[in-house]
C-alpha cells in the first residue's frame, strides 16, 4: 500500500504543506492501493525557490558537466526500468508491452538528448555579432498522466541539456510513477535544486507554476483546454511556453495499400495505450470503393484483440485509467450512435466477462462523416471512426479539416506516393508504412495541438534563447555607411 506524502524540493523529499488527500485505485480492478497528499501552492513556491537558487550553477555549466548528468540519469533511470514498468501496470493499467515501451523510453530519452547535446553550436557568428545560445531560465514542466514517466524524463533531459533548473509537476492522477521515477531521478545525484517535484492539482500548484515571475519558462504536455489556460496565465510574466496538446489523427490508407497488412497496423495506431494516446490514428480514411473490404478487415482485426488483465502479456487494452475516462468514453460512443454513424465492433458498456474495472469494448464506427463530434473530439479511448474518401484531394481536404494536427499516418504499396501525399498534411508528424516514431526527431503539434517541438535537438532548443553580442570594432564600418 503506497502512502505517498512528500514533495522533492533541493535535493530532498520533504512532507508537503498541503493537505488535500487522493485515493490511489487499481484501474484493472478499482481496488485501492494507496493515497497521496497533493502540495499546494506553498509547497510551489518553495521548489520555485530551490530551483531559482540552482538556476545560476546549471546555467553556467559546461557541455561536459551537462553531459554527465544525462548520463547519471539515464543509469538511475535505467535502474529502475521494471518498477516504473509495474506502476505503469499497476497503477495506470498500461498492458505489459506498452509498459515495457513507456519504461524504456524514460531512460532512452536522456541518452537521445545527450546525443543532441555532444555536437550543438551553442555560439555562432553571423556577420560581426556573435549569438549565444543561453538556457531560457527556471522551468515548470508540466505533465499528464497518460504518459506521466516518458513525459517526465524526456522534460528534465531537455532542461537539463540547456541548463536550466525545473519544477516539475506531474499530473496528480500518476503518484506512484511520478515516485518511482522522482526516487530515480534523485539517485543520480544531481545539484540541489537542479530539479524539484512535486504532485499537486492543476488550479492551484500548476496555476502557480504559469503566474510566478519567478518561472521564464513552461514546458506542458497535456490538453488543448488546459493548454489555452496556461498560455494565457502566462503571458503576464512573458514566459517561454512550449504546449505539447490533443490530437485527432488521421490514418489514410490509399487503395493500392495491402489491407492484410496495413489495416491492423492502423487499428494499433488507433487503440495504443488503450487509446489514450495523443497520437492515436482514431480517424481512418478509406477509399470508398474498398470501404466493405476494410470493414471486413478491421472487425476480424479488432476481435482478435485481447482486453484484460495489463499484466497478461498477451493483452493488447486493458482498462482506461480511471471512471471519468471510462465515462467519457461510453457517453462518445452514445454519441456516435445518435449521429448516425453504424457500429461495426464493441459499443456500450464493459466487454463481457469484465465485470469490474475501467474496461471498454474497442469500438468502431464506419459511415462516419467527418463533422460528427465522434470525428472532431479527441475521445481519448480505443474509439475508431472509419470515413471514406473519394481520390487522394479528398482523403487530404477530410485529414486536414480538423482542429488538431499533431501526427498522420499514411500507408501505400508506393513509398513515393505516400511521401507526396505526406507533404500535403497539416500535422506535426507523419509517419508513412509505420506506427513507430523517431524519438530524437522533433514531435510536436500544428493548429490546436500545440506549439513548439520537443525531443532531440529541437527539445533542447526550446530551453535556449539566443543572445546576440556584437563587438565595438564593428562600429565605425557602420558608421561610415
Ligand atoms: P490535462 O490538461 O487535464 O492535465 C495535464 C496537466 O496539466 C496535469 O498535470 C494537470 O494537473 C495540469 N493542469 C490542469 N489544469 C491546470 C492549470 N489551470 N494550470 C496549470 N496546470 C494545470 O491533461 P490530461 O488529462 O492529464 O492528459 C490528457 C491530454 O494530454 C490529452 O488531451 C492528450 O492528447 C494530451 N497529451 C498530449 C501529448 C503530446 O505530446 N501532444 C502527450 C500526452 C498527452
Same mark, same amino acid.
Given at each position: 500500500? $503506497?502512502?505517498?506524502?512528500? &514533495? *522533492?524540493?533541493?535535493?530532498?523529499?520533504?512532507?508537503?504543506?498541503?493537505?488535500?488527500?487522493?485515493?490511489?485505485?487499481?484501474?484493472?480492478?478499482?481496488?485501492?492501493?494507496?493515497?497521496?497528499?497533493?502540495?499546494?501552492?506553498?509547497?510551489?513556491?518553495? &521548489?520555485?525557490?530551490?530551483?531559482?537558487?540552482?538556476?545560476?550553477?546549471?546555467?553556467?555549466?559546461?557541455?561536459?558537466?551537462?553531459?554527465?548528468?544525462?548520463?547519471?540519469?539515464?543509469?538511475?533511470?535505467?535502474?529502475?526500468?521494471?518498477?516504473?514498468? @509495474?506502476?505503469?501496470?499497476?497503477?495506470?493499467?498500461?498492458?505489459?508491452?506498452?509498459?515495457? $515501451?513507456?519504461?524504456? *523510453?524514460?531512460?532512452?530519452?536522456?541518452?537521445?538528448?545527450?546525443?543532441?547535446?555532444?555536437? *550543438?553550436?551553442?555560439?555562432?557568428?553571423?556577420?560581426?555579432?556573435?549569438?549565444?545560445?543561453?538556457?531560457?531560465?527556471?522551468?515548470?514542466?508540466?505533465?499528464? $498522466?497518460? &504518459?506521466?514517466?516518458?513525459?517526465?524524463?524526456? #522534460?528534465?533531459?531537455?532542461?537539463?541539456?540547456?541548463?536550466?533548473?525545473?519544477?516539475? #509537476?506531474?499530473?496528480?492522477?500518476?503518484?506512484?510513477?511520478?515516485?518511482?521515477?522522482? /526516487?530515480?531521478?534523485? /539517485?543520480?545525484? =544531481?545539484?540541489?535544486?537542479?530539479?524539484? =517535484?512535486?504532485?499537486?492539482?492543476? /488550479? @492551484?500548484?500548476?496555476?502557480?507554476?504559469?503566474?510566478?515571475?519567478?518561472?521564464? #519558462?513552461?514546458?506542458?504536455?497535456?490538453?488543448? !483546454?488546459?493548454?489555452?489556460?496556461? %498560455?494565457?496565465?502566462?503571458?503576464?510574466?512573458?514566459?517561454?511556453?512550449?504546449?505539447?496538446?490533443?490530437?485527432?489523427?488521421?490514418?489514410?490508407?490509399?487503395?493500392?495499400?495491402?489491407?492484410?497488412?496495413? =489495416?491492423?497496423?492502423?487499428?494499433?495506431?488507433?487503440?495504443?495505450?488503450?487509446?489514450?494516446?495523443? +497520437?492515436?490514428?482514431?480517424?481512418?480514411?478509406?477509399?470508398?470503393?474498398?470501404?466493405?473490404?476494410?470493414?471486413?478487415?478491421?472487425?476480424?482485426?479488432? %476481435?482478435?484483440?485481447?482486453?484484460?488483465?495489463?499484466?497478461?502479456?498477451?493483452?493488447?487494452?486493458?482498462?482506461?485509467?480511471?471512471?471519468?475516462?471510462?465515462?467519457?468514453?461510453?457517453?462518445?460512443?452514445?454519441?456516435?450512435?445518435?449521429?448516425?454513424?453504424?457500429?461495426?465492433?464493441?459499443?456500450?458498456?464493459?466487454?463481457?466477462?469484465?465485470?469490474?474495472? $475501467?474496461? +471498454?469494448?474497442?469500438?468502431?464506427?464506419?459511415?462516419?462523416?467527418?463533422?460528427? &463530434?465522434?470525428?472532431?473530439?479527441?475521445?481519448?479511448?480505443?474509439?475508431?471512426?472509419?470515413?471514406?474518401? @473519394?481520390?487522394?484531394?479528398?482523403?487530404?481536404?477530410?485529414?486536414?479539416?480538423?482542429?488538431?494536427?499533431?501526427?498522420?499516418?499514411?500507408?501505400? !504499396?508506393?513509398?513515393?506516393?505516400?511521401?507526396?501525399?505526406?507533404?500535403?498534411?497539416?500535422?506535426?508528424?507523419? =509517419?508513412?508504412?509505420?506506427?513507430?516514431?523517431?524519438?530524437?526527431?522533433?514531435?510536436?503539434?500544428?493548429?490546436?495541438?500545440?506549439?513548439?517541438?520537443?525531443?532531440?535537438?529541437?527539445?533542447? /532548443?526550446?530551453?535556449?534563447?539566443?543572445?546576440?553580442?556584437?563587438?565595438?570594432?564593428?562600429?565605425?564600418?557602420?558608421?561610415?555607411?
Amino acid at each position: 500500500m $503506497w502512502n505517498i506524502d512528500q &514533495a *522533492y524540493i533541493d535535493g530532498a523529499f520533504v512532507p508537503v504543506h498541503g493537505t488535500q488527500r487522493v485515493e490511489i485505485a487499481n484501474p484493472a480492478t478499482g481496488q485501492r492501493i494507496g493515497s497521496a497528499t497533493l502540495a499546494d501552492r506553498e509547497d510551489a513556491k518553495r &521548489a520555485i525557490a530551490a530551483a531559482n537558487r540552482a538556476q545560476p550553477a546549471m546555467a553556467r555549466s559546461t557541455r561536459a558537466e551537462r553531459l554527465d548528468m544525462l548520463r547519471r540519469l539515464e543509469a538511475a533511470v535505467l535502474a529502475r526500468t521494471a518498477q516504473i514498468r @509495474d506502476a505503469t501496470v499497476e497503477e495506470y493499467g498500461g498492458p505489459l508491452a506498452r509498459a515495457q $515501451w513507456v519504461s524504456n *523510453y524514460a531512460s532512452q530519452c536522456f541518452a537521445t538528448t545527450a546525443r543532441a547535446l555532444e555536437d *550543438y553550436a551553442f555560439e555562432r557568428r553571423i556577420g560581426d555579432a556573435t549569438v549565444v545560445m543561453e538556457p531560457v531560465g527556471v522551468a515548470a514542466l508540466i505533465t499528464p $498522466w497518460n &504518459a506521466a514517466a516518458g513525459s517526465i524524463c524526456s #522534460k528534465v533531459a531537455s532542461a537539463v541539456a540547456a541548463g536550466c533548473a525545473s519544477v516539475i #509537476k506531474p499530473s496528480e492522477l500518476g503518484p506512484i510513477q511520478a515516485r518511482i521515477v522522482t /526516487e530515480a531521478l534523485h /539517485e543520480a545525484g =544531481l545539484p540541489r535544486g537542479a530539479f524539484n =517535484l512535486l504532485l499537486g492539482c492543476g /488550479e @492551484d500548484v500548476g496555476d502557480e507554476l504559469s503566474t510566478s515571475p519567478e518561472v521564464a #519558462k513552461i514546458s506542458f504536455t497535456g490538453s488543448t !483546454a488546459t493548454g489555452k489556460r496556461i %498560455a494565457r496565465a502566462g503571458v503576464e510574466t512573458m514566459k517561454r511556453v512550449s504546449l505539447a496538446l490533443s490530437g485527432k489523427s488521421a490514418t489514410i490508407v490509399l487503395d493500392d495499400a495491402d489491407f492484410a497488412t496495413v =489495416l491492423p497496423l492502423a487499428l494499433n495506431a488507433a487503440f495504443m495505450n488503450n487509446g489514450q494516446a495523443c +497520437v492515436a490514428g482514431t480517424r481512418l480514411l478509406v477509399p470508398r470503393h474498398r470501404m466493405a473490404e476494410a470493414i471486413g478487415q478491421v472487425q476480424r482485426a479488432a %476481435a482478435a484483440m485481447r482486453v484484460g488483465d495489463p499484466r497478461d502479456p498477451a493483452t493488447a487494452i486493458g482498462p482506461l485509467a480511471s471512471q471519468a475516462q471510462f465515462e467519457r468514453v461510453q457517453q462518445f460512443i452514445r454519441r456516435g450512435i445518435e449521429e448516425g454513424a453504424r457500429l461495426v465492433a464493441g459499443g456500450e458498456g464493459r466487454p463481457e466477462g469484465l465485470e469490474r474495472g $475501467w474496461f +471498454v469494448r474497442p469500438t468502431v464506427f464506419a459511415e462516419v462523416r467527418n463533422d460528427m &463530434a465522434i470525428a472532431r473530439e479527441e475521445i481519448f479511448g480505443p474509439v475508431l471512426s472509419m470515413i471514406a474518401f @473519394d481520390g487522394e484531394d479528398d482523403a487530404v481536404a477530410i485529414a486536414n479539416d480538423s482542429p488538431y494536427g499533431l501526427q498522420a499516418y499514411v500507408f501505400s !504499396a508506393r513509398p513515393q506516393r505516400a511521401l507526396a501525399l505526406a507533404a500535403r498534411l497539416h500535422a506535426g508528424t507523419v =509517419l508513412v508504412n509505420r506506427i513507430a516514431p523517431e524519438l530524437g526527431a522533433p514531435f510536436g503539434g500544428v493548429k490546436q495541438s500545440g506549439v513548439g517541438r520537443e525531443f532531440g535537438v529541437f527539445g533542447m /532548443e526550446a530551453f535556449l534563447e539566443p543572445k546576440t553580442i556584437t563587438p565595438a570594432a564593428a562600429e565605425p564600418a557602420r558608421a561610415a555607411v
